[in-house]
């Protein structure tokens, strides 16, 4: 005969005689009634498991984004501030031809000249590029715009609407050295 109704009604436990113990009528193994445990917690498993997969989702999230944040925020740079620097031998840079250095915050380049050495700013004021030294035509030249400097930074033509910033430079013993002009 198939059973109706609660398993634990009164009725059914009335029905079991004095011999229905109190565990059998709703109470916890540790003799504590149900309503008497913890009090303004609720511990429901469907709400329980909904923040361990709340939590787990939420240091998914945290772990994915922040290395694409990283990456999309570049790091500050500590660019030192110096009026001189040593930045390379001289040997680095032969005759006819030039180099770029960095130095401070610019990149500068460096022109043998048949042993006479200058130096000037290697970023073109017209829209940011690196130049570089043509020997053939003895000038400086942008390959961006086509734009172009004298040996000292001066504008020979171009779109560039500024010269590039002269800066001293001088050998010391094997050392180039770069300063502020």
């Given at each position: 005969m198939?059973?109706?109704?609660?398993f634990?009604?009164p009725a059914?436990?009335?029905?079991?005689?004095?011999?229905?113990s109190?565990?059998?009528s709703g109470?916890?193994?540790?003799?504590?009634?149900?309503?008497?445990?913890?009090?303004?917690?609720?511990f429901?498993?469907r709400?329980f498991?909904g923040?361990?997969?709340g939590?787990?989702?939420?240091a998914v999230?945290?772990?994915?984004?922040?290395?694409v944040?990283k990456?999309?925020?570049?790091?500050v740079k500590?660019?030192?501030?110096?009026?001189?620097?040593?930045?390379g031998k001289?040997?680095?840079v032969?005759?006819?031809?030039?180099k770029?250095?960095p130095?401070?915050a610019?990149k500068?380049?460096v022109?043998?000249?048949?042993?006479k050495l200058?130096?000037?700013?290697?970023?073109?004021?017209?829209?940011?590029?690196l130049?570089?030294?043509?020997?053939?035509?003895?000038?400086i030249?942008?390959p961006?715009?086509?734009?172009?400097y004298q040996?000292?930074g001066e504008?020979i033509?171009?779109p560039?609407?500024l010269p590039?910033?002269?800066?001293?430079?001088?050998?010391e013993?094997?050392d180039l050295?770069?300063?502020?002009?």
């Open positions: 198939a059973q109706q109704g609660n634990k009604s059914r436990m009335g029905g079991l005689g004095e011999s229905a109190a565990s059998s109470a916890v193994s540790g003799g504590k009634p149900r309503e008497d445990g913890l009090k303004g917690v609720n429901e498993r709400s498991l923040k361990v997969v939590g787990v989702g939420a999230a945290v772990s994915t984004l922040y290395p944040v990456y999309i925020i570049p790091p500590e660019v030192t501030n110096v009026n001189e620097m040593v930045v001289a040997s680095e032969p005759e006819n031809t030039g770029i250095y130095f401070n610019d500068v380049i022109i043998n000249d048949n042993g200058t130096a000037c700013s290697a970023v073109c004021t017209h829209l940011g590029c130049v570089r030294w043509e020997d053939k035509d003895n000038l030249f942008c961006c715009h086509g734009a172009k040996q000292t504008i033509s171009g560039q609407p590039l910033t002269p800066y001293a430079v001088r050998v013993g094997d050295v770069i300063s502020k002009a």
